[in-house]
């Protein structure tokens, strides 16, 4: 049984349609909802949650009515959100503690609860600071942690990146692949860029004004390119030259003595290992070329405006 299932799922606000006839399926893993602002993700989470009733269709949760099972869906299910929504004046210790005990966590298994999950975000050595004098970074970590406390078997994440830099956004997508992949706990993370759900998601979908464009597994979506990128430790102009009399179509990289050959059979395999040994160079990396998500995304766009 999939981990969240619609089925022609709408959801409209006075004129303005959020969702559109979503049917979708979400399997277990990490699963990456992706789609611009506005594009109806966040409103499809509360929907999930059972937080807000759909207007027509059906949506279930770990086999949970989302109209009528708001109460059991959120007793297995954790949940971070995108608006800034902490107390700044408490500790993220008591912050922690109280979500513990309205999780209905006695306060001895909620104390313990909160020291071990601020340890595995990140948190442990300030977890007795004011969470007002805490980064941006710091703060996507509490509401992480605070969607753990409960030992859920599935936890929403809303742009949990939102205002980081960089590097804080490496640590965050670390942090939620181990959660995901070590932990055994599926996730449900919402993101409006691409290169940060290709590096964590096992499956990817895509809603575009409320209405489902794409949904489809990481591993399909990047699947290997037609061509393979060959490093050689010199030369490389004149392995290009022999390489194209033999017909095979080449594309010169930037980077020095890097190339890109069309694969369409063995043959051109064997011909580039056979190419760099006559001319006597080394060959330092022959590695096939993997599609991006933005290009399956590009591609399909491409093909609307067709």
């Known amino acids: ?39 109806g993700k966040s409103t499809l989470i509360k929907i999930l949650l059972g937080l807000l009733p759909p207007t027509s269709g059906k949506a279930r949760v770990l086999g949970f009515d989302c109209r009528t099972d708001g109460p059991s869906i ?5 949940y971070s959100p995108e608006s800034e929504c902490l107390p700044r004046d408490v500790t993220a210790t ?3 503690v109280h979500m513990g005990r309205m999780s209905g966590l006695p306060t001895h298994a909620a104390r313990e609860r909160t020291a071990d999950t601020l340890r595995h975000v990140g948190l442990y050595e300030e977890r007795y600071r004011p969470i007002g004098t805490y980064s941006t970074g710091m703060k996507q970590r509490v509401k992480l942690a605070q969607s753990l406390l409960h030992d859920p078997r599935l936890i929403f994440l809303d742009e949990p990146t939102n205002g980081l830099d960089p590097a804080g956004r490496d640590d965050i997508l670390d942090l939620i692949s181990r959660i995901g992949h070590e932990f055994g706990i ?27 464009q794409r949904s489809t597994s990481t591993s399909e979506a990047t699947r290997l390119a037609g061509s393979v990128i060959v ?14 009399k033999a017909k095979a179509e080449v594309v010169v990289s930037e980077a020095p003595e890097t190339f890109a050959v069309e694969v369409t059979d063995e043959a051109v395999l064997d011909a580039i290992v056979a190419t760099a040994a006559n001319l006597g160079v080394g060959l330092v990396r022959m590695q096939q070329r993997r599609h991006r998500l933005t290009e399956m995304f590009d591609d399909r766009k491409g ?4």
């Open 1 to 39: 049984m999939p981990e969240i299932e619609t089925e022609n799922l709408t959801k409209t606000f006075g004129p303005v349609t959020a969702l559109s006839n979503l049917t979708v399926e979400m399997p277990d893993g990490i699963v990456g909802l992706v789609g611009a602002n506005g594009a």
């Open 74 to 78: 959120r007793e297995f299910v954790g």
């Open 94 to 96: 008591e912050f922690m």
């Open 186 to 212: 599926s996730i449900i993370v919402t993101s409006h860029l691409l290169g940060e759900l290709e590096r964590i998601a096992d499956h990817v979908i895509l809603i575009e004004e409320g209405v489902l």
């Open 231 to 244: 490093e050689v430790t010199e030369r490389a102009n004149e392995m290009v030259k022999k390489l194209k």
């Open 303 to 306: 093909g609307e405006d067709g």
